[in-house]
Antibody, heavy 116, light 107 residues
Framework: QVQLQESGPGLVKPSETLSLICTIS?????????WGWIRQPPGEGLEWIGS???????YYNASLKSRVTISADMSKNQFSLKLRFVTAADTAVYFC?????????WGQGTLVTVSS | EVVLTQSPGTLSLSPGERATLSCRAS???????LAWYQQKPGQAPRLLIY???SRATGIPDRFSGSGSGTDFTLTITRLEPEDFAVYYC????????FGQGTKLEIK
């Protein structure tokens, strides 16, 4: 049973960098899956941020690409998200998820608020 | 970018009725890589359907997906009380995009 857990600060100041980690348990990050980040502003829909494959290949939403970096730490079975120069518009619940023919496993999500 | 438009925005039905949710793509979805998710308040989305018509593990057979190209449908036969939620379609054939969601509410 795959389990994912997001961790990181719940409050980030404007213009700073949002950093989150997703820890995978019960499954290897080196498996034939992609691993992704999705966010959901309060009361709104889902937005894909980007994904990473075991080879290190990354794919990003064009609208966020200039500010996003996703990386993986195979030794810790984790992958991470960095979103630079955040604004209030980046306030959202951030989910990590495993992806093979759709996002089959999700973390519970973590609310990140951008505010001074 | 493949834009997904879901309709209706809100669907009001009673338990036992049949629900039909639509997802239309701005261009053909590669290999019918289209998924559907259910999301309840305060929870992460749950994968229901992938590949346009394949049910994910543990999903009841009252949920079915159909369609190809640019037009896709999620059908829920005999609505149960726990089915009232928000439903999203998602294409993963050309990077990834989500529809804006359909809220299925109790009439």
């Amino acid at each position: 049973q795959v389990q994912l857990q997001e961790s990181g600060p719940g409050l980030v100041k404007p213009s700073e960098t949002l950093s989150l980690i997703c820890t995978i348990s019960g499954y290897s990050i080196s498996s034939d899956d992609y691993w992704g980040w999705i966010r959901q502003p309060p009361g709104e829909g889902l937005e894909w941020i980007g994904s990473i494959y075991r080879t290190g290949s990354t794919y990003y939403n064009a609208s966020l690409k200039s500010r996003v970096t996703i990386s993986a730490d195979m030794s810790k079975n984790q992958f991470s998200l960095k979103l630079r120069f955040v604004t209030a518009a980046d306030t959202a619940v951030y989910f990590c998820a495993g992806d093979k023919n759709g996002f089959h496993s999700w973390g519970q999500g973590t609310l990140v608020t951008v505010s001074s | 970018e493949v834009v997904l438009t879901q309709s209706p925005g809100t669907l009001s039905l009673s338990p036992g009725e049949r629900a039909t949710l639509s997802c239309r793509a701005s261009q053909s979805v590669n290999a019918n890589y289209l998924a559907w998710y259910q999301q309840k308040p305060g929870q992460a989305p749950r994968l229901l359907i992938y590949g346009a018509s394949s049910r994910a593990t543990g999903i009841p057979d009252r949920f079915s997906g159909s369609g190809s190209g640019t037009d896709f449908t999620l059908t829920i036969t005999r609505l149960e009380p726990e089915d009232f939620a928000v439903y999203y379609c998602h294409q993963y054939g050309s990077l990834y995009t989500f529809g804006q969601g359909t809220k299925l509410e109790i009439k």
